[in-house]
């Protein structure tokens, strides 16, 4: 460590958000650059390497080959895809010297299909899977919690090539039981999820989600085994419901009622229920969002759901994209004046109605139902109006948030919501890129078709930061075996020449027995030292001290906080067993 280029912290970086960022700086492995963007130490390296090299066994091992594209790449193959522009913001976009407009790689699958059209010609050349570990890009409009959402990350990607759909099935098979493998010797905590295929395009989906407290995905799962993305979570529409004898629709005052709370008190004092009190339930909120595409263009959006639902965001971005729904401004609601804010109603909503505005409904609100809702007229209410007697919509959404206890979609019990960092994606992109650019072979009877792909990643860099998430404690890092920088901590504490030449004969004899050893041999206090030891992480710290007096070392192990003393002359052949199980 007197060596050794890192420079522990006593502080957590201003920025740190989350408990991974704080210690893999404090630590010394990370240094941040720029917003989003971080310098790679020595000890963060080899944690990273590692990871590298668990994933490029995995694949190798399924058969994939290797190769490694650049990350500085030309327009126009994403240009043929069409997302040049449906990456909007988030690609990073530039110039060469002669006006050429490059970008620096967010995802390769352009690049994957036209190299393999460029070289295979025949069913004979596939099945096919071929894989990189490559550095991406893409410009987050707000980088956080270190390496779990930055500008530049590590990714393994892999692109599988097959004649048919049953080839398709048979390659997302093999990697989803590579990413178990995968995940398993990283020692994450994970849950496989359906999930939605985004810009990606493409049909079956699955995220890998390590579970944490600070992760940005939020998932719900069953008891009977149902697991899903919130914003993949379907949940069905219930069977129409006769309306013959409800009572007509009709018009009230609801002063100072712009908001459900406030439409429920009005409510239950002025037109009280007889069997019970008016609830969120019962109201249908419609809510105008102006959806903004990477081309410029805008279209408005109005949403009916429950009025006992809010609008879960991210479901919402999962279905407009690529565009981006911005909620109402004073300048929209001045340009569509049959809109009444507050007191929005289906009367004008519809892309065939006054307004214009497309109106999707939530599932829920089918034939049948009737609600309190807005009357298209300062404080007002329209109350018993019933969907498909009075009104229908243009179509159907499901974005209302999801809560715990809410009905798993398939009935294998109630959800319960967690957290997750997405650690990986797989996909059934089917035909969608190789139509785009071109991507055929030629088949067994001689005909032309086209080749139908998967596409399966794995953030790299990020599982860094999630096993830390995972594993670190309020006292630092704590590395599994498998990951550490190095196996074993040899700390030296005295100042005797007779405890520093044990110390160093110690790391030298672990060494040789091929023990990956980093020897403490600063001239700095026992505390320094085991807090230092403690910070950064490593599974086993062998403590040489007072008491080699008495022919012993002091062996800690840093996941358990366990300690024992041991004769040093066990202590190399104690800590081999340690590290080799």
Known sequence: MSELFVRTLREDPADAEVPSHRWLVRAGYIRRAAPGIYTWLPLGLRVLHKVEDIVREEMDAIGAQEVHFPALLPREPYELTDRWVEYGPNLFRLKDRKGNDMLLGPTHEEMFTLLVKDLYSSYKDLPLVLYQIQTKYRDEARPRAGLLRGREFVMKDSYSFDIDDDGLQAAYDKHRAAYIRIFDRLGLDYAIVQAMSGAMGGSASEEFLAVAENGEDTFVRSPGGYAANVEAVRIGSPAPLPYEDLPAAHVEDTPQSTTIDALIRVADDRQPRADRPWNGGDTLKNVVFMLEYPDGSKEPLAIGL??????????????????????????????????????????????????????????????????????DADQKHVFDLVCGRDFTSDGVIDVAEIRAGDPSPDGSGPLQLARGIE????????????????????????????????????????????????????????????????????????????????????????????????????????????????????????????????????????????????????????VVAAVRG
Not at 455 to 479: I, P, Q
């Open 306 to 375: 429950p009025g006992d639902r809010e609008v879960d965001e991210k479901r919402l971005e999962a279905q407009v994209e690529p565009g981006v729904a911005v909620p109402f401004g004073e300048e929209d609601f001045a340009k569509y004046p049959s809109l009444v804010k507050g007191y929005i109603g289906p009367g004008v909503l519809g892309e065939k109605n006054t307004s214009g505005v497309k109106y999707l409904t939530d599932p829920r609100v089918v034939p049948g139902t009737r609600w309190i809702t807005g009357a």
């Open 423 to 574: 650690m990986g994606h797989i996909f059934q992109l089917g035909r969608k890129y190789a139509e785009a650019l071109g991507l055929k072979v030629l088949d067994q009877n001689g005909k032309q078709v086209t080749v139908t792909m998967g596409s399966y990643g794995v953030g790299v860099s990020r599982a860094v930061a999630a096993v830390a998430e995972n594993t670190c404690d309020d006292k630092g890092l704590c590395w599994p075996r498998a990951l550490a920088p190095y196996d074993v901590q040899v700390v030296a504490t005295g100042k005797s020449a007779e405890i520093a030449a044990c110390a160093a004969e110690l790391a030298g004899d672990l060494d040789a027995a091929g023990i990956a050893v980093l020897l403490d041999d600063r001239k700095a206090s026992p505390g320094v030292k085991f807090a230092d030891a403690e910070l950064l992480g490593m599974p086993t710290t062998v403590v040489v001290g007072r008491g080699l007096a008495d022919g012993l070392v002091e062996l800690r192990d840093r996941a358990s906080g366990t300690a024992e003393n041991v004769p040093l002359a066990e202590a190399v052949d104690r």
